[in-house]
């Protein structure tokens, strides 16, 4: 008998996060009157559609650079995602709100030149542009767990700066109670902010925000590259945010400005559904999302059998020993 094993290539989003769950966030958004029938129907169409509306050609490949970074040790012997589905696996609605868009779409974007400001409630507020990005600190790498609030996880080999030492720089004021982050917000090179069937109806720019101590925290990065190499545009090139102990959402992509704030922020996921998308969003199996569990996961590792791979989700995502003292007087289910 002839057994077919799938290859790689051949294996699809839904065999590695089940549809009940993948599809539900797409589904509170039909819902909301945001997204057309049509685009719950991943096909050719809908793809050739936004292809065309990006570009009648097959856009060129964005060109990633090698990086000097000082290595993780990877004491917890994590197994590393592939780097083809890092990079083809991707929630950045800027470029289509499906996994598979991302990579698709976002190839001609322009990194350089690039400014992020720092601002706000500190003493010394500054402007980077994009050669600062990867020269202003030593690079290290770092492997980290990414848990998304859909239920599937990676582990990915960021390279970048604690993001303590770039606020350290600009040396907040007393003030400086939390800390806004504001993706670019730029619709001619980022299709899904004009057009909202693409975008999933989402407000842009995309917006979020941490409490002053949780950014302080060292093991949140800002991140210039995985993989050895910079960023590609669907993982947030040039400089993203990885908070590794909080649902993948807060990792907001392709920073323009970080604020220092008095009052908690408004932030995306949370602006649209409260109920769902809490402000701290630190990963929590003990609570579960209103409309699935938050038990476990699947881990998407290097396909076959371990593609399909569920474990169980780790308070934290298991980074509690660096991070639970923040959240030590808090009722962790009513600041979910
Ligand atoms: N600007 C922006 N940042 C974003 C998102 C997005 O849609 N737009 N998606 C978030 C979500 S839900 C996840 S899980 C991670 C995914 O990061 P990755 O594609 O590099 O794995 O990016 C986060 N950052
Ligand atoms: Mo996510």
């Not at 980074?319 to 009513?334: F, N, P, S, T």
Request: net charge positive; with cysteine.
């Amino acid at each position: 008998m002839l057994i077919k094993t799938p290859k790689l290539s051949d294996l699809k989003e839904s065999d590695v996060t089940p549809e009940s769950v993948y599809m539900n966030r797409r589904d509170l958004l039909k819902g909301m009157g945001f997204l057309g029938a049509g685009a719950l129907l991943a096909g050719a169409s809908n793809k050739a559609n936004a292809l065309d509306w990006f570009s009648k050609d097959e856009p060129t490949k964005f060109k990633t650079t090698p990086l000097n970074y000082t290595p993780d040790a990877n004491t917890d012997n994590l197994i590393l995602t592939p780097e083809s589905k890092v990079t083809t696996h991707n929630n950045f609605y800027e470029f289509g709100a499906q996994k598979h868009q991302p990579a698709e779409l976002s190839q001609n974007f322009k990194v350089n030149p690039w400014q992020l400001t720092i601002s706000g409630e500190c003493d010394n507020p500054i402007t980077l542009d994009y050669d600062d990005l990867t020269t202003m600190f030593a690079l290290e790498e770092r492997i980290y767990r990414l848990r998304c609030v859909e239920a599937w996880s990676m582990v990915v080999p960021w390279i970048g700066f604690s993001l303590a030492d770039l606020l350290k720089r600009v040396a907040p004021n007393s003030s400086a109670k939390y800390v806004f982050f504001e993706t670019l917000h730029d619709p001619q090179q980022m299709p899904g902010q004009e057009n909202r069937r693409l975008g999933g109806g989402i407000a842009y720019p995309y917006v979020e925000g941490l409490r002053i101590d949780e950014a302080m925290n060292p093991l949140a990065l800002m991140s210039v590259g995985l993989y050895g190499k910079t960023l590609p545009p669907q993982n947030g090139a040039p400089i993203r945010l990885v908070v590794p102990w909080k649902y993948g959402f807060k990792s907001i992509k392709s920073i323009v400005s970080i604020k220092l704030v008095r009052e908690q922020p408004q932030t995306t996921w949370h602006k649209l559904a409260p109920s769902e998308y809490g402000f701290y969003a630190n990963v929590n199996p003990k609570h579960d999302h209103p409309r699935w569990s938050q038990a476990s996961e699947r881990r998407i590792t290097s396909g076959g059998l371990f593609a399909r791979n569920r474990i169980e989700t780790l308070a934290f995502n298991g980074y509690g020993e660096q991070v639970a003292h923040l959240y030590k007087a808090m009722d962790l289910r009513k600041y979910y």
